[in-house]
């Protein structure tokens, strides 16, 4: 079997809830130590909304969790890591932000309807959103803003999970971050 190598970078996941930023990130993972890559850290909002104590959704705290994940994924970028990051990030200021300021530093934007969000939206996050329960929320009471610091759109409204992580596989191969020995 090929075994594959890869040049330690950033790879932000940003989209809606529910887009599929995670299950795309859990994916890409897996099918990259099957290569033979083991270096990849995988960074999720979701350990550090629990881990916070009196989280809400207002920009300061999501700018809070932000810059620390950010922070969290350059120290093991330093440490030559894969580092996969999935998050919201909707202030397209912000992540024009981290984007400039980081090199070997890749943004995906994970599109998807916001009808198809909230048939998969376990959590029920998007119900309550509407019913005023949890406020500020992306995608109900805030928008998701769309920018220019984006390398790919994965669409998962239209491509399949499979699909998904090909698609982001082949970018990073490309663009030579991953490739074979």
Request: aromatic fraction near 14%.
């Amino acid at each position: 079997m090929v075994k594959y190598n890869f040049k330690p970078c950033i790879i932000f996941f940003t989209g809606i809830s529910a887009s599929g930023k995670s299950t795309i990130c859990k994916n890409l993972k897996k099918k990259l130590i099957k290569l033979g890559i083991k270096k990849i850290k995988y960074i999720d909002g979701d350990f550090f909304r629990k881990n916070l104590k009196n989280f809400n959704y207002q920009n300061n705290n999501r700018n809070k969790i932000g810059n620390y994940k950010i922070s969290l994924a350059k120290h093991y970028y330093r440490k030559k890591y894969l580092v996969l990051v999935s998050g919201v990030a909707h202030n397209r200021k912000w992540r024009m932000k981290i984007k400039t300021q980081n090199k070997n530093y890749f943004e995906i934007y994970v599109k998807c309807l916001i009808k198809t969000c909230i048939k998969r939206d376990f959590k029920d996050q998007y119900m309550k959103a509407k019913s005023g329960l949890i406020k500020d929320f992306i995608g109900i009471s805030e928008p998701y803003q769309l920018g220019t610091s984006k390398d790919l759109i994965v669409n998962t409204s239209r491509l399949s999970i499979s699909m998904s992580v090909n698609k982001v596989m082949n970018f990073i191969i490309k663009k030579n971050y991953v490739y074979k020995k």
